[in-house]
Structure formats: C-alpha cells, structure tokens
C-alpha cells in the first residue's frame, strides 16, 4: 500500500512540474529587425518589476536613435501607471472599464435592494482601494493579493448589521452571497484557502478580466513574480491556486512571440548617473536594449523574443 501511496505521490509531483514548465516563458535571443513602439514599454516593465518598485521618473524612450514621443490612448496609461510609484488604476482604466463598473454599480444596487427587502440592515464599506493601502493590507496578512479588483473599481466589502451592530460573522453573508450569485455578482465566500464572506467582485478571477482586456496586463505583468511565488509554494495543492494558474497561462498567451529584453545582462553603462531619469533604449542593429530605472544602474541586454520552455 505505501508503495502505491508512493507512485502516485511521484507521479502526481512529476505532473505537476510538467505543469509549472508549461507555465514558464523565457526569452530567447534572436535578431529582431521590427520593434514595436509599446515593446519598449513592456521591456521596462518586464525588467522593472517588483525589485524594482518605484515610479519611471521622466522616462526616455529611444527606438534606433529617435526619441518616442506617445499619443495613442493605450500607451498613454501605460506611461501613466509607470510614472507613478502608485499608480491610480481605476482612473487610468477607467474609459477602458467604464461599462464594466456602469454595471458592477447596477447590480450592486440590485443586491442592496434585496437584501434590504429582508430588513437587513447593509453597508458598502469600500469599493475603491489605491495600490499604496492595499499592498498594505497584503503585508499585514489582511488580504492575499497584490493587486485587487478594488484597484479597479470592480469590487466591494459588504456589513451587515444587526441593532447597528458589525456583523464579523454570521449565517447571514452566506444568504448574501448566494443573492449576489443570483445576480451575476462573484462572492468571496466562494474563494479557496482564503474565504472573504463580505466580498464581491464584478469578475471570477483575474484571468477572466485580463481575458476580456488584454490592455490591463500591463498592470499584472508587474507582479508577475508574485505569482509565480506563489504557484511554487503551492506546488503539491494546485487546487489551492487555480487562479494563479489560470492568470499565469492568460498572461502568457498574450507574452508567447513579442519582443523581450533577454534575462542575463550584457554589461552595465558606466557613463550613465545614478540619478538620471529612467530610460529604455532600443537598437535594432546591436540587437540590444539598454534599460535604467530610475535612480538605479542601467544595463544593456541582448534582443529575443518570448517563449515556452520545452518540456523534456
């Protein structure tokens, strides 16, 4: 029996790497002849995650000698949101998302008036969150993500109350959340390893909102070795991280082919200040990119592009 007990065990382990290898992307250098102008923000941000978190100050941006000058909407916020250590996202995204909290605030209204039909008495306590408290809340163990679809304006914490009374616990969150459900709402009650009763959200997870608008990768992108952390952590109960799993594969189907900066750094710019602005550089004909953080040391890599590990 222990045997058999063993085999399974190997075999689930066996599995479950071939899973994270099917998760993984690397950047594999290769000559590029045709950068596109937003490849260079997303190097930067690439590169500048979360070891290096602080805003682009005045970020350069050079493709083959020409400064880059953005006016399209999409690069605009994505400017936006690098140039800010906390970036406010639901007003960045807030064109992008407008119908998506047009209808969160509608059905919202919807579950307030039901509930209220059972003479409950219930609150909205918070619907937006900025960056700066909800990395806080994640430090003091209060919440398991980095970024929320607070950020966005796409969820809220429900109270309930009795005789004015918080109600922290009761039964009655359940008959709330299966309201919301009812309306198409996402409960927290429903998440796995970390139940949030007096939490509902416009989306399932975060696969399913980066599914529908790409554009807000950008924004994950930054965390991406969070999540990855995580996934590892969590390696031998993978049902523990469905949603890492599911946003790791989202982001990478839409990572697999671009332009990339490789990981190993060729050598770093000697000439550069400590305190010059944050800078992205490309040159096609080196096939190198030379990226700087703000108040950081700049180095140049080798041009490639992204794709998935080969299994063995």
Request: glycine share 4%; with cysteine.
């Amino acid at each position: 029996m222990r045997l058999f007990v063993g085999i399974i065990f190997f075999f689930c382990c066996f599995t479950i790497n071939a899973q994270v290898d099917s998760l993984r992307l690397v950047c594999q250098p290769q000559q590029v002849s045709l950068v596109n102008q937003q490849d260079l923000l997303w190097m930067y941000r690439q590169r500048d995650t979360l070891r290096h978190h602080g805003a682009a100050t005045n970020l350069q941006v050079v493709l083959n000698g020409n400064q880059l000058i953005y006016t399209d909407s999409t690069s605009l916020r994505y400017l936006a949101s690098l140039q800010s250590t906390y970036p406010a996202l639901d007003s960045i995204y807030s064109t992008v998302l407008q119908a998506e909290t047009k209808y969160f605030a509608i059905q919202k209204d919807s579950l307030l008036a039901k509930v209220s039909a059972l003479r409950w008495s219930m609150r909205y306590l918070q619907a937006v969150r900025n960056l700066q408290r909800q990395q806080q809340l994640n430090r003091s163990g209060r919440s398991q993500v980095l970024l929320s679809f607070h950020n966005f304006n796409l969820a809220a914490d429900v109270g309930l109350y009795a005789r004015r009374r918080y109600l922290r616990r009761s039964p009655r969150y359940e008959r709330m959340g299966q309201m919301a459900k009812d309306l198409g709402i996402y409960w927290g009650g429903d998440f796995v390893g970390f139940p949030d009763p007096g939490h509902i959200q416009r989306f399932k997870n975060s696969a399913a909102l980066v599914a529908k608008y790409p554009e807000l990768a950008f924004e994950f992108e930054k965390y991406r070795d969070h999540y990855e952390a995580v996934y590892r952590k969590n390696a031998l109960r993978v049902d523990k991280v469905l949603d890492t799993e599911a946003l790791l594969i989202t982001l990478n189907r839409l990572k697999a082919g671009k332009v990339c900066a490789c990981q190993q750094a060729i050598l770093p710019n000697a000439n550069q200040s400590a305190v010059d602005a944050a800078r992205v550089e490309v040159n096609t004909t080196q096939n190198r990119v030379f990226i700087k953080p703000y108040q950081g040391n700049g180095y140049y890599y080798s041009l490639g592009r992204w794709a998935y590990v080969t299994k063995n």
